[in-house]
């Protein structure tokens, strides 16, 4: 069974911390990881990642993903209240051409000024 | 705002009661997917329609049923449900059944009491 699992489940920081976020994942016929937003309702995308060792960026944010350890991480940089959300990862598996996405259960940062 | 539009934003219904969820994207996306986000849960796939036609069923109970009568809008028709089906229900689509990111729906909160 697929499955994704991030960590840590919840963590607080302080503006000005850098954070790291963690996927790992099992998933049979790995096609892509996705990392999204979640602050209130709709999740937003953030980064897709498809190659092992390329960093994808996008001003504070940055992330890689190893896909012979079957892990990504999720870099925030000189937090922001702002940065308070649910971080949702997502792998995509190759099954005949489906688009389904497996979540993880997601990752709570809270960002105190 | 993702392009991606859900009404009711909150719903609250009884179990004998008939509604419906309604999503619609005018993103020119051929895929739409309905996804319920559980507390404490990940995100589940529910169903996956592509071109109209439903290519995905998640094992869902029957209580729900899913209708897309074009590319643009997706329902999903509720009936007789239980309290536990209590959930944020999330619509998303993409652009085809490659590799695209999915832009999600702010959802709809339902409380079934």
């Known amino acids: 069974e697929d499955k994704v699992v991030q960590s840590p489940l919840s963590l607080v920081v302080h503006e000005g911390d850098t954070v790291t976020l963690n996927c790992s994942y099992e998933v049979t016929n790995f096609r892509s990881l996705l990392w999204y937003k979640q602050e209130k309702k709709a999740p937003t995308f953030l980064f897709m990642l498809t190659s092992s060792g390329i960093e994808k960026k996008s001003g504070r944010l940055s992330s890689i993903l190893d896909k012979k350890e079957l892990f990504s991480i999720l870099n925030i940089t000189a937090t922001q209240t702002g940065d308070s959300a649910i971080y949702l990862c997502?792998?995509?598996?190759?099954?005949?051409?489906?688009?389904?996405?497996?979540f993880g259960k997601g990752t709570k940062l809270t960002v105190n000024p | 705002e993702t392009g991606v539009t859900q009404t009711p934003r909150h719903l609250v219904m009884g179990m004998t009661n008939k509604k419906s969820l309604k999503c619609e994207q005018h993103?020119?996306?051929?895929?739409m997917y309905w996804y319920k986000q559980s507390a404490k849960k990940p995100l589940e796939l529910m169903f996956v329609?592509?071109?109209?036609?439903?290519?995905e069923n998640n094992s869902v109970p029957s209580r729900f049923s899913p209708e897309c009568p074009n590319s643009s809008h997706l329902f999903l028709h509720l009936h007789t449900l239980q309290p536990e089906d209590s959930a944020l229900y999330l619509c998303a689509s993409s652009l085809n059944r490659g590799l695209s990111e999915a832009f999600f729906g702010q959802g709809t909160r339902l409380t079934v009491v």
């Open positions: 997502a792998v995509q598996p190759t099954q005949g051409g489906s688009e389904k996405l497996v």
């Open positions: 993103l020119g996306h051929n895929a």
């Open positions: 329609y592509s071109l109209e036609e439903r290519v």
